[in-house]
């Protein structure tokens, strides 16, 4: 699938802790064909050098860290909240805008209200317990790409 039936895609990690989930992130990032990830806070980068990139596609994707994720939502971007709180929506009824900008919440914590007010919309993946930040980006990122082109009407 080209990357022009997929849309376009970013993901930002608000804070996130460790570098092997940072990692894994890029690693899925490469495997769905997103387009750029930003982060921001500083415990990443006291951390040691990931080692779950294992395509290294940290060499043909952006890592960028940043001090603001609204600051930087990529033109045309729809910013979506990714978290297990009240009043999300579930991932199967969810259709996923063109050109998206997927925010998710550090592995020991949530997003905080400041970041779920600037997004439209917040999803979420049932389950019976949190997610690793990882895995939620693997299985966002797969739902994009197996619902395909069906991508909503969002302005």
Not at 15 to 20: A, D, I, R
Not at 105 to 122: M, S, V
Request: with cysteine; aromatic share 10%; glycine share 8%.
């Amino acid at each position: 699938m080209s990357k022009k039936s997929q849309g376009y895609s970013c993901v930002g990690l608000f804070n996130p802790k460790t570098p092997e989930n940072v990692g894994s992130v890029m690693r899925a990032a490469g495997c769905y064909g997103v387009n750029s990830v930003f982060y921001t806070g500083t415990r990443y980068d006291h951390a040691a050098q990931f080692c779950t990139d294992t395509k290294n596609v940290a060499l043909d994707i952006p890592l960028i860290g940043v001090e603001d994720l609204k600051a930087i939502i990529p033109v045309g971007c729809v910013p979506v909240a990714v978290d297990l709180i009240d009043d999300a929506k579930p991932l199967p009824e969810y259709k996923h805008p063109k050109r998206a900008f997927y925010i998710f919440g550090p592995e020991d914590g949530t997003l905080k209200k400041e970041i779920t007010d600037f997004c439209r919309e917040t999803i979420y993946v049932p389950t019976k317990g949190c997610m690793n930040l990882a895995a939620a980006v693997n299985v966002i990122l797969y739902d994009r790409m197996a619902k395909g082109n069906n991508f909503s009407n969002h302005k």
